[in-house]
């Protein structure tokens, strides 16, 4: 892997959050966007992944609910 590639695995992993061994496994499993293969270098597009990020958020559960005054 070249050092450009592992620059942009790198940068992707810290933008979401997860290591690149979870990010193929998410790939595989349909639950992240598939890289571009440009020769022997993967790339992903900023929009998706950003759209990724956006649906993980919406799907997440609120830590509190906050009723009366008072989170629960």
């Known amino acids: 892997m070249s050092r450009e590639s592992g ?3 790198d940068a992707v992993s810290r ?8 990010i193929y ?14 020769d ?10 950003g759209d990724w990020i956006a649906i993980v958020a919406a799907a997440r559960k609120p830590r509190g609910t906050r009723l009366a005054g008072v989170f629960v």
């Open 40 to 49: 022997r270098a993967s790339r992903w597009l900023q929009r998706e992944v």
């Open 7 to 9: 620059a942009i695995h």
């Open 25 to 38: 496994i998410f790939i595989r499993e349909g639950d992240f966007p598939k890289q571009l293969k440009i």
């Open 15 to 22: 933008k979401v959050g997860r290591g690149r061994k979870t």
